[in-house]
């Protein structure tokens, strides 16, 4: 996983010598991340990320994801910023790959969540929503309900592999998910999301959110399915049990900055469910598609299943801490 | 590959703590090497590299390779230093691994070798050789000629689903091995040597050697051992074929530092065959030990097969260069 590309010393030095950093100290892999090769780059002038972006990428979409970068960066939201080289562009070719080199940013994400990470997970996101408003380039959301039916063909045939009965299960849940989901004439406030806010994509220096990486699923939607995605990734338990504390701080510190209105809260149960069912039936994919030895373990799709049932079960905002 | 232990932000921090160097910053796991967990990991002091031991790693060898690298580097050799916890101890243990915190060396390893490059890494390998005479702890080759047998058969069964007739060519080339491989008292010079000495474990920065690192397979062996091993890994073209220009740099640069014996200089084609051996054995049984879908490409050990052929053929130094 991680590095896909060998860069050469010869190929980096000349592609680097375009963005007056200085010379090029070092330059190793990065063991994290799955879609793209990461280097952590460093020169006379500091540290850096390196990143090519591999096939999993759509080309058209890097102007999104790195203008995006650029422009919340500029808005003071702490994300990665790509550096321009002497003719200005973010996006260059390196190894016959798109690449790119953005600022490194200091911190590490959470391994074990305390609420307080919620709080400054939410807040932060907020601040990310609002200051997402003037970005200029749009960018559908690719992995939204209109997706998930053709997602759930792709593996549904084997869903019952995973688990007897799952099939059925995710077929039924998929036609509620699509009577009910919100059109975007609803009226729920929408705009740049993440759509990727898992603890892995947020680090905290001495307690304090420091960073948000990885926007290569940004995209434009509603914002409370945002929130929906950090209540699935932050607040349940390694148990599977929902944290209504960690939930509360989330969604209290997230209205600090941005309010929600009656109709997003309204919303949440169900998106909170599209949301457990966007990222179980990739999760699904990637279970039924990955070799038993290969050496990355792919993540429990039932995990989300778990989640998914809460979600059904919930009455009202208030299930949330509200 | 690479990072095998998850190491949590709380122990993390603990861990660093008794080191001395300020608070951490960052730490991200790096895609290179497979034998232990290596993290790049950024203080208030600036950057090192934190190293988990895994299983292929025997506990009790490490004294040897960090009290080596740490003798090497109080020398002026540039390798990595381990760091001396608040106890003095340069060992310790985090996440149930045994593990340490070595220094940081700037530079990056050569994809495509130059002359300029064997040179750099012929003179760096002798100088190690002096400086580890007076190192106290020794170490056996627990990869030299007594071992080959036993690996050979751990593959030999299969040898020839890789190459027909590979099994038998080994069997009559180990023979010829065991039969002329030097023993102890046969006087040619010895000491510590790296074991490992390939591209990807020496660093240059600007043309100039910067850094050796992995200490792993030191051990304690006759010198021209090292410098046959450095001949198979850096003096033959992608094509296999031998460039007798850069092995001409690498053993002048080499005897410019540290003067080969004439028993030196005779033993090379038998020391290199047996260093082709060596690699060959283990390569042949990743290969054959890899499933064919795991991620990591197994280095191929027919390479080695061209590479002890050659080796056959050899007259005297002569064929070196020299």
Redesign the interface.
């Known amino acids: ?3 896909y590309t ?5 190929e ?1 030095i000349n592609f680097v010598a375009a963005y007056g950093i200085g ?10 991340g799955v879609e793209n090769s990461n280097y ?1 780059l ?1 020169t006379q002038k500091g ?1 850096y990320i390196l990143t090519l972006y591999e096939k999993r990428v759509n080309p058209d979409d890097l102007p999104f994801f790195l203008g995006l970068m650029g422009h919340l960066a500029g808005k003071g939201i702490a994300c990665p910023t790509p550096l321009e080289d002497d003719k200005g562009q973010t996006l260059g070719r390196l190894c016959g790959r798109h690449a790119a080199i953005i600022t ?9 969540i305390t609420p307080d990470h919620c709080a400054g997970v939410g807040a932060a996101m907020a601040r990310l929503h609002l200051a997402g408003a003037d970005f200029a380039i749009k960018r559908a959301n690719a992995l939204s309900v209109d997706s998930w039916r053709s997602l759930l063909q792709a593996s549904g045939g084997r869903a019952d592999e995973v688990k007897p009965g799952l099939a059925d299960l995710l077929a039924r849940e998929l036609d509620d998910l699509e009577a009910g989901w919100p059109d975007p004439a609803s009226g729920l406030p929408a705009g740049v999301i993440h759509a990727d806010l898992f603890p892995d994509n947020v ?4 307690g304090v959110l420091s960073g948000m990486i990885d926007f290569y699923f940004a995209c434009n939607d509603v914002f409370a399915y945002d929130v929906a995605i950090c209540l699935n990734a932050w607040c349940f338990e390694t148990d599977g049990s929902f944290n209504v504390t960690k939930a509360r701080r989330l969604l209290t510190a997230y209205s600090r900055e941005r309010d929600f209105s009656d109709a997003e809260l309204a919303a949440l149960p169900l998106l909170a469910r599209g949301s457990a069912m966007r990222f179980l039936l990739t999760r699904l994919f990637d279970w039924l598609n990955t ?1 038993q ?4 373990t792919p993540k429990d799709p039932l995990e989300y299943l778990e989640k998914l049932k809460f979600h059904q079960g919930v009455k009202g905002p208030g299930d949330y801490g509200l």
Do not use: Y
């Not at 060998?6 to 010869?10: L, R």
């Not at 490194?104 to 074990?112: A, I, S």
């Open positions: 996983m991680a590095v060998e860069v050469s010393d010869e980096l010379e090029v100290t070092s330059c190793k892999g990065i063991a994290e952590l460093g540290s490194f940013l200091d911190g590490m994400w959470p391994r074990r680090f905290f220096k001495s070799p030895d290969a050496l990355v």
